[in-house]
């Protein structure tokens, strides 16, 4: 069983690569078209790459610092050995699936808009091929480090199957940090260079939206990659990483079986095959209506899901036997995906009602459209919250947990694993937006023919409608992983000589549980408040600094001279890497203050206090900003006065508001509640052998 | 002992209640002033008991119904038969309360007005005396039921400490509903009002805020009275019942004694007379600054807050002797109130530094103004959610908690008493300020000489800073409260036949606790979004018939014609009517529903939820809302291109978002989270026989 577990771990992660590769070599075959198309991707491919460069010497001297801060731990037996070295590969391999894919992303843009101007399903099938290569790396290099990491661990130091799982638990941490530094760092980059270029070049000048003119219109493309992708890829390796390797540890604890222990591995590698065959449905005929093309997409995410839900129930079935029953955790995982997704489309597509009222609030001005828009967010955190609880109650009730309570909690660790089994193609859907965003700006900035931007402009609108049933996966599987890595932390912290003394009242009457509640709640709404700030500030820098070029380059905007795009990349990369660190700081040192203070009770009314408010916030900040912008877009439709309308300009002060909530601020909250608990099961012994309380 | 405790408590309300009518005696021997005034004051007393008598039929329908409910339940032996009659007469002093209040304020405004002809001395003392007879009304109608019941249920019903605290407890359930339709009925009606009044007069035909032309300006009035007094009334009645029952409800359980349930009782009965000491230290000379208009309030405050901190000593050292460390607890209550309204102002006050900075964020725009606004709101939670934190901690644990844990609740709960000991002055401070807001109104609409503006000015402004103190003790005592309740609710569960068994597992990891908890904490969003959307709908309404009478009744910009003043206010009336009875349903109805299908853990997880989340929100959306307001008045006093510049403009919309968020939503929640838990209680016994699981 041992072998079988590694042998299929390791195959399903070579499958995803070969796959993620031959997607590459696929896209790479197009022509990137015109020399102007070539010259403004290489811009922009440049940009990017001088960004993560500097970015990864920042989050070098982090991951350099947490290495000796690890091993003198491990010195002093606070930490198995193995645990500074799988830090140090989580967070590399976290990095190199950012890396890829936005590598990918800025290669297939100038092709897509170029395909674009053969047709609709050519520009589809490489905005979605290039997706693919970035959902693929994730996956591939997730299952990879896992497979290597349980090789190590099992046949080289011979572990227990609690061994194994324990140290493993522990590169999640690295991956969490990885994730969060890009997601700050790019989601803080991305949105200064958006708000700048929105704010002096839009409002200011006058011109439009990727206008060659405008100086940090390069830069903006440069942050749909560095955010969008590279943000957006590391944090969904952690995500699932974080998933599988919670569920493996929770169902060690168990059942004490490496059955339990493999299941997990088993089913993400099922879910790539199944998901490798999904991308085959995605195609569409020329002149696609916009739903006949996110049928397209559909049909590929459902085959995937529809196929790992049957598949699920004999390999669950012959690796747990008489616990089968398990199975419809990770079924109520699935759907609960899809609901959740379905919930964020419902309150943020223009199609439905609470964007179209979102949009006639702007009749009676700014001021009602950002009341109303902050409304529509808080609202829509009901259903999902109705969504997780009945998908952790089955979870946990169908997995024996009224017997059992670690089966139940080894059922929503489950969930959270099915949820992710089909991430290959889901997160390609997603990853194919910001390539289409990027093609759309560069059929723009060259030039392009009225109907190829058409074609742009209808595979990108497709992208906003995907990214939501993204979100809707991104955000369950946190909440849920968060809960399956709060109960591993109970186990760790029970594992270790006078942690149970210390964990024995998990009551949420404890004061410490409840005070670690009220901090843990606490931290979302701080951070979101330091990451918009942050976004405050340097889109300030960024105004300031197209302000300045368009008063001192004379003949900039009669487009006789050329703006200097690289000054204003660099200042977005300057201050993007200045602010991201605060935050990463602070996600990494609470979890050890509260645990030295209050103790590990007080960690644990922690985890589910940030679970709770950050799955709130995130909800409420993604949706709040994906309705603004659509009810601006709904605007620009032609209903309520339509583009250039007083009423429109109310939109867009609500859009720009709700930039950093859905770009920044929204999804750093989901690394946030992991990283939280990562960080916590890392310093367990320190905590139990040094806490106050 | 026991008739002590009667005669004491009985006394204590008895000389607030004679305190309070001397008071509002003094106030109405001072003059209307000037016919115009006279007539203007007579049309907001009119418009507010127009408003009143409206609700008070609305909310006895609401009465009636829950009065069969209860009653029906009686029968059926799922609760005491004196809970329904409790039920009523909380819910009428609640009301009460909120009656004698708004009345004395409308009766006060224009004599404040006058009185600022004199002098502000002058001034001071009419508004605050207005203040001072709502404060002591609250405390003394609270004291009266408290009291009263207390002699029917010892001495005419005979019931032991534990059936007495028992049945007191659903008379809070009757105040917190009151609380919660004034609350909620009020915060619309006066930012409808408000919002409108704004949106047409100051913004569309530029005329001053409280114009006599505008036809909004009266209900806008009529709005100070109805939310933030009897709103205000209504609300800290329930507060201060709620913290002094659940204690003493407590204290019981703690210690199985008479003494254990007087003592919060004492408490309250001795910081009436502290109160009144106090409130004789509060006057100022002719020309004070507005330092050292502060100071005359704070003189008073810190008098009383003092004098409790010392007696308090002594007093419990005489009932619970060896246990007397349980002062620490009320001390803690105490200073935690005094330090979380400290924060409120440093974070809302233009005195510092992030509402000076705000006001900064207006030279980019409305956008980074929103922006900024939403990040101040969210990172001042940090202080408050800290501060409350430690004195959780400190009540429990100099409580002897860690060995008995019900002694330490009763020290958490005996920390909110300590808090709101002093209630009577401190809402006196709070009261005064829309007192003090209706007498500048009145100042301007009838045309009085620049300098009484000035007066009223400095005295409104003043209003500003003591309503952050006010609200500091407004959401810190709920958040005790809401855990002491909630405490409650878990003994209340526990002495029903088959409680125990259903509430024994209440360890965080549990699924019912934690679905409960993501349920409880979304509670509070969904609340807000629903009431921001009621001003939202109410002042759209408003906005319309605004405009309508400025094109239909002609002379009326010329100051030729009369506005319909009466018609706004009854718009105002109806909307904000309707617009209460969904939230108001809502809070009573989910307990009941999560109850039924969670059980009994998954109740204290919501209430757990509800109380960190609300508690996070209400901060949020208060000081959020007073920082755009006070960045607002900081650049209309010169800075940032001041009054009429574009950045003016921008803080404008900031302060319009700001309005639902600071007096309708915000404090609402602080409600919610209460009466959560007081509905809960009292369907216990329906919860434990009927809950699925």
Chains 1, 2 share one sequence.
């Not at 890829?233 to 974080?242: F, N």
Request: with cysteine; aromatic share 8%; glycine share 12%.
């Amino acid at each position: 069983m041992d072998k079988l577990i590694f042998i299929l771990t390791f195959v399903g992660a070579l499958l995803a690569l070969l796959f993620a590769f031959a997607m590459s070599r696929k896209v790479l075959k197009f022509s990137e078209g015109t020399d102007l198309m070539k010259k403004i991707s290489l811009a922009i491919r440049k940009g990017a790459d001088a960004y993560l460069k500097r970015q990864y010497k920042i989050v070098l001297i982090f991951f350099g610092v947490m290495f000796v801060v690890l091993s003198v731990m491990a010195i002093f037996k606070l930490l198995t050995p193995y645990v500074p070295f799988a830090f140090v590969t989580g967070g590399f391999f976290s990095a190199l699936s950012g890396f890829i894919g936005m590598k990918i992303a800025t290669l297939a843009n100038a092709r897509t808009a170029n395909a674009c101007r053969d047709g609709l399903n050519k520009g589809l099938r490489i905005a979605f091929s290039a997706g693919s290569v970035m959902g693929f790396t994730v996956v591939g290099l997730g299952l990879l480090d896992i497979s290597v990491w349980f090789f190590l661990l099992k046949f080289v130091f011979n572990l227990s199957p609690e061994g194994i799982t324990g140290a493993m638990l522990t590169f999640g941490m690295g991956a969490s940090s990885m994730a969060l530094f890009a997601r700050v760092g790019g989601g803080i980059f991305t949105k200064a260079a958006d708000v700048g270029a929105d704010l002096v070049g839009k409002v200011e000048a006058g011109i439009p939206e990727d206008d060659p003119r405008n100086p940090a219109v390069i830069a903006d493309n440069v942050g749909d990659n560095v955010g969008d992708v590279a943000g957006m890829g590391a944090d969904l390796y952690e995500s699932y990483v974080g998933s599988i390797i919670s569920a493996s540890a929770l169902g060690v604890a168990a059942f004490h079986s490496i059955n339990a222990m493999a299941l997990p591995l088993l089913l993400a590698a099922v879910g790539v095959v199944c998901s490798i065959f999904g991308t085959f449905f995605v195609r569409t005929k020329e002149g696609a209506t916009q739903k006949q093309l996110l049928s397209a997409l559909s049909r590929g995410t459902n085959f995937s899901a529809i196929a790992i839900a049957i598949i699920a129930l004999p390999l669950i079935y012959f690796i747990l036997k008489d616990n089968w029953t398990i199975y419809f955790a990770i079924l109520a995982g699935l759907v609960a995906g899809v609901l959740i997704g379905k919930a964020t489309e419902y309150y943020t597509s223009d199609g439905f009602k609470p964007t179209q009222n979102l949009a006639a609030t702007s009749e009676t001005g700014t001021a009602t459209i950002i009341i109303g828009g902050l409304s529509v967010g808080m609202l829509s955190t009901m259903m999902p919250i109705i969504i997780i609880s009945i998908c952790v109650l089955v979870a946990f009730f169908v997995s024996n947990g009224a017997a059992n309570a670690a089966q139940g909690l080894y059922g929503i660790g489950l969930s959270a694993v099915g949820m992710l089994s089909t991430l290959g193609i889901t997160l390609a859907t997603d990853a194919y937006g910001p390539v289409a965003d990027n093609a759309g700006g560069i059929a723009q900035m060259a030039g392009l023919e009225e109907d190829v931007r058409n074609r742009t402009d209808a595979l990108d609108s497709l992208g906003n409608t995907t990214a939501a049933t993204g979100k809707g996966f991104a955000i369950g599987s946190a909440a849920l992983t968060a809960l399956a890595l709060m109960a591993s932390y109970i186990d760790k912290i029970n594992s270790i000589e006078g942690g149970a003394a210390k964990i024995a009242d998990l009551s949420i009457t404890n004061p410490t549980v409840l005070t670690g509640l009220f901090i843990g709640a606490c931290l979302p709404f701080v951070f979101a408040a330091i990451t918009m700030n942050s976004v405050g500030r340097a889109a300030q820098s960024v105004v300031k600094e197209v302000r300045r070029q368009f008063k001192e380059i004379t003949g900039l905007m009669d487009g006789k001279a050329e703006a200097d795009y690289a000054s204003c990349v660099d200042l977005c990369t300057k201050a993007s890497l200045r602010e991201m660190i605060l935050p990463t700081i602070i996600a990494v040192v609470v979890p050890v203050i509260v645990g030295l203070s209050i103790g590990p009770t007080g960690v644990v009314g922690m985890l589910a206090g940030a679970t709770a408010s950050g799955f709130l916030m995130a909800i409420f900040m993604s949706n709040s900003g994906g309705a603004w912008d659509n009810a601006k877009k709904y605007i620009e439709s032609g209903v309520h006065g339509g583009k250039g309308s007083e009423n429109h300009k109310s939109a867009v002060v609500g859009d720009t508001v709700g930039d950093p909530f859905k770009d920044t601020s929204g999804p750093a909250i989901n690394i946030l509640i992991k990283l939280l608990s990562m960080v916590s099961i890392v310093f367990a012994a320190l905590v139990v052998n040094f806490s106050i309380l």
